[in-house]
Structures are given as structure tokens and as C-alpha cells.
């Protein structure tokens, strides 16, 4: 057994189907009662209608989120929730959505309210992906780890099949980096473990069958799982990756990490043989990162960069940018072997070792 440090952390979870009814009562039980409801602009209509469902507790809605958090969304989201005077926050949706409330708590310390709506993970954990100029940052911060998170399986029921891979992916790709992290230690990974095994169960049931109740409440499990597990430990090369090339090309967020893993995972392959041995055993296969770029083909999600909109000059650029500052790997990084991760996963081919 080797020494290990271990930090939870401190964020109240309610999971079940139809616990967006408990939502007033936990406005209560922390005080709030002047609550602004974020939402991406698709969203819109929903946030509005859980706002009146709140009454006197909704101040407002704002409905602009964007993806990776773009710092002028954000400052134009703080000048709205303070004129309204608001105490607190609650974020329905998404990454996005997420990402707004906790860039929203780090500038004004207001608590939050999470109801996740896909299996981003983000709500579990403290960490800040922001934008500026094309330029994707993050940091860690207590400020910005929700104090409440409300997991209602009905909500993941309408998510498209395609979406719901994709973003079941991402999912996995936080606990798959948790197992070979710099701060790994025995809970995480049995809680990476067990998530990835739940998600890569359901997701190819919910691409045949989106309103398999059983499946949606597995992967909406595994996805809590998955974000305890990328808010407790270091993340490695594949979310610079993702963080680069989303930033640089403003690509989506849930199919870059879909694409992108497979080929991270065998790039550190060769480091990480006792991880490589507890992905064959609970995925079920001799070659894990085959495996899951295989999974994306089943679940319907997008295999190639290209198809996403990354241009194949960005190739060179997203190699540059991940080799400098880079984060922690436990392989070391070579510009000729990443910049050919980044080119298979810019063409939809199969990972290579």
C-alpha cells in the first residue's frame, strides 16, 4: 500500500427521480430567497418555467451560457445577477450552465444550486474552465464547488441519444485520468472503477433505448462518480488536451473529450500498466483504449476532430500549445508522439500505442 492523501469534498448531493421537486426546499434550508436561474439559450424555456414553479424565491433568469465559459458572458452575467439584487444561484443544464454559476460564485461568493441535466460531472467538483481572447485557463477554488447538487434521473430522459454518448464519454474520460493522476488514491479509484463500469453499460443501452429508465439512472450514477472523481485529483494529458483544443477552435466540449480520449489513454498506455490492467478487467477486453474508441462508434458519438470542426492546421498549433505549460502526464511529452495523437484523433482513427 502506498501513501496517499485523500481531501473530500463538501457538497450536499440529492439523487433519485423527481428530486427537481425538493429544489424549493433546499432554496430554504440554505436561506435563499432571491435566486437567479441560469440556463444556455436553447434552455430558456425550461429555466422560465422552473423559475415561476419557484415563485417569490426566482429574481430572475439569465439564459446565455456558452460553452467554455467566456469571460465576457460572465461579467455581463454578474452585472445582471447583482442589479437584481439576487442571493443566490441556481444553474439548470449542463457544462455551460455550470460553468456560468461557478465563474458567477468566484466573483461574488453566492451560493449555488446545481441541477444537472447531462453527465458533464462538472457540479462535483471545484474547478474553473474560463475563455478570454481564445485562451482556455483553469483554477481550483472552494468558491466555485456548488453547495447543493440535484440529480434528477426524469431530466436525462429527453437527452438525444448522440448527446448522451458523447457526454457519457467525457464522463469516463475524468475517471480514467483519476486512476493514473498524480494524487490518486484508493477511494478514487474505486470510484472511477466503478463509474466507468456503469457508464460503459448504459450508454449503449440509452443509444437504442433513450427512455431506458434503469440505463439513464446507471449513467447519471456514473457521471456523479466521475466528477467526485475530477474534483479530487490532478488531471493529466488528456484535459490539456481537450482544454487547448476547445479553447483554441471552440470546439464542443462533451464530443472533444469523446474523440480525444481514446487516443490520450494510449499514449499513456505504456506508463501505466497496473491502470492498463483494471481498465481490461472492468471493461471486459485486452486493448482498453480500442475498447472505448470502439464504445463512441456504439453509442453514436463522433469519432474525428475534423467532423467537429477543428481544421487541420490546428494541428500544428494544438500540438504547440499543449506542449507548453503543460500539466502533469505520467508519460513525458514528445512533440512527434503527440502531435500524431493529435492527428489520428483529427481523422477519426483508431488509437495506436
Request: aromatic letters at 4%.
Amino acid at each position: 500500500m502506498e501513501p496517499f492523501v485523500y481531501n473530500g469534498q463538501p457538497a450536499r448531493v440529492i439523487f433519485g427521480s423527481g428530486t427537481i421537486r425538493q429544489l424549493p426546499e433546499e432554496l430554504d434550508r440554505l436561506g435563499l430567497t432571491r435566486v437567479v436561474v441560469l440556463a444556455t439559450p436553447p434552455r430558456e424555456p425550461e429555466a422560465r418555467r422552473l423559475a415561476e414553479r419557484l415563485g417569490d424565491r426566482a429574481a430572475g433568469v439569465y439564459a446565455r451560457a456558452t460553452m467554455h465559459t467566456p469571460v465576457e458572458i460572465t461579467e455581463d452575467a454578474v452585472r445582471v445577477v447583482l442589479d437584481l439584487k439576487a442571493d443566490g444561484l441556481v444553474a439548470v443544464g449542463g457544462g455551460s450552465t455550470t460553468g456560468l454559476a461557478k465563474a458567477i460564485a468566484l466573483r461574488t461568493d453566492l451560493p449555488q444550486v446545481v441541477v444537472p441535466t447531462t453527465y458533464a460531472g462538472s457540479e462535483m467538483t471545484p474547478i474553473l474552465g474560463e475563455t478570454r481572447d481564445g485562451v482556455k485557463t483553469t483554477q481550483s477554488s472552494p468558491k466555485v464547488l456548488p453547495e447543493v447538487v440535484v440529480y434528477d434521473i426524469d431530466l436525462t430522459l429527453s437527452l438525444p441519444a448522440a448527446i448522451s454518448g458523447a457526454s457519457g464519454l467525457n464522463a469516463i474520460a475524468h475517471a480514467v485520468e483519476a486512476l493514473y493522476a498524480r494524487e490518486r488514491n484508493p477511494v478514487i479509484s474505486l470510484m472511477a472503477t466503478e463509474a466507468i463500469g456503469a457508464l460503459a453499460a448504459a450508454l449503449p443501452v440509452i443509444a437504442i433505448d433513450p427512455g431506458d429508465r434503469d440505463a439513464r439512472g446507471k449513467a447519471l450514477y456514473g457521471a456523479w462518480l466521475c466528477g467526485i472523481c475530477l474534483g479530487s485529483v490532478g488531471m493529466a494529458l488528456h484535459h490539456k488536451l481537450c482544454h487547448t483544443l476547445g479553447g483554441s477552435f471552440d470546439l464542443p466540449h462533451a464530443e472533444t473529450h469523446a474523440i480525444v480520449l481514446p487516443h490520450a489513454l494510449a499514449y499513456n498506455a505504456p506508463a501505466v500498466p497496473d491502470v492498463m490492467m483494471r481498465l481490461r478487467d472492468v471493461l471486459g477486453t485486452d486493448d482498453p483504449a480500442v475498447e472505448l474508441y470502439d464504445l463512441a462508434g456504439r453509442v453514436g458519438a463522433r469519432r474525428a476532430l475534423a467532423d467537429i470542426g477543428m481544421p487541420e492546421s490546428g494541428i500544428e498549433l494544438a500540438t504547440d500549445r499543449a506542449l507548453s505549460n503543460p500539466y502533469w502526464n505520467p508519460r513525458p511529452l514528445e512533440h512527434d508522439p503527440l502531435r500524431g495523437l493529435i492527428a489520428r484523433a483529427y481523422a477519426g482513427e483508431r488509437p495506436r500505442s
